[in-house]
């Protein structure tokens, strides 16, 4: 089955700590996506990736560091820089919806990262 | 920036209800999408209504779209337990660039 692999599901990090998030996609989309999810609230764009080797800030990059390799890999670095970083992370990637050719996000599960 | 609002943040009801929520944008979009996630796991995409659609119907769900009024409705009908989840909509605003802005949501509740 394609999809989304995010890992790990959750990850406990001390202050200070660089922390890498893994996305991995089977699906065979260009672009690719990491959202940031805080209790009761909606996503935020921290990064996205167009094309391999390509990639821009989103609404909130700063203390986020990206990279895009491999078409299907797009791994999160959340930094020290980051101030307030406990939060749950979503990878996703774009399709083409089959009733309208707009295009779609799919999501992987989410990793929740805890800062102790 | 929240490009979409949904309205109401939470909504409860029995089982085999109706349930409405809204979300408001602020500019010009290509198309808006309504997604549903369950606690703790990852958005499912349930329908997009392009700007030159007023209304479409899934299944149980009917969507509602006024670019005059800049907003949207999500309709599920004859509500399930299984219906409970929180409900984002999503917009892909023109010129974008394929960044859909998302609300904060509408958490549902149904009650058996």
């Known amino acids: 089955d394609g999809g989304i692999t995010q890992s790990p599901k959750y990850l406990f990090r001390k202050e200070g700590q660089n922390v890498t998030l893994s996305c991995e996609q089977n699906l065979n989309h260009d672009a690719m996506y990491w959202y940031r999810q805080d209790p009761g609230q909606g996503l935020r764009l921290i990064y996205y990736s167009q094309i391999v080797n390509d990639f821009q800030k989103g609404d909130i990059a700063e203390g986020y560091s990206v990279s895009r390799e491999k078409k299907e890999s797009f791994p999160l670095t959340v930094t020290s820089a980051q101030k307030n970083p406990t939060a749950f992370y979503l990878c996703?990637?774009?399709?083409?919806?089959?009733?309208?050719?707009?295009?779609?996000?799919?999501f992987g599960a989410g990793s929740r990262l805890t800062v102790l | 920036s929240q490009q979409g609002e949904e309205d109401p943040q939470a909504l409860s009801i029995q089982e085999g209800e109706n349930a409405t929520m809204n979300c408001s944008y602020k500019?010009?979009?290509?198309?808006l999408q309504w997604y549903r996630q369950n606690s703790g796991r990852g958005l499912v995409h349930l329908i997009l209504?392009?700007?030159?659609?007023r209304e479409k119907h899934s299944g149980r769900l009917r969507v509602t779209l006024d670019t005059s009024k800049k907003s949207s409705s999500l309709l599920i009908t004859a509500s399930r337990a299984a219906d409970t989840a929180s409900y984002f909509c999503?917009?892909?605003?023109?010129?974008?660039?394929?960044?859909?802005?998302f609300g904060k949501g509408t958490l549902l509740t149904v009650n058996p």
């Open positions: 500019t010009s979009i290509n198309n």
């Open positions: 999503a917009t892909d605003a023109k010129g974008s660039n394929y960044k859909l802005t």
């Open positions: 209504i392009r700007s030159n659609e």
């Open positions: 996703a990637s774009i399709r083409g919806d089959g009733s309208s050719g707009a295009n779609v996000l799919t």
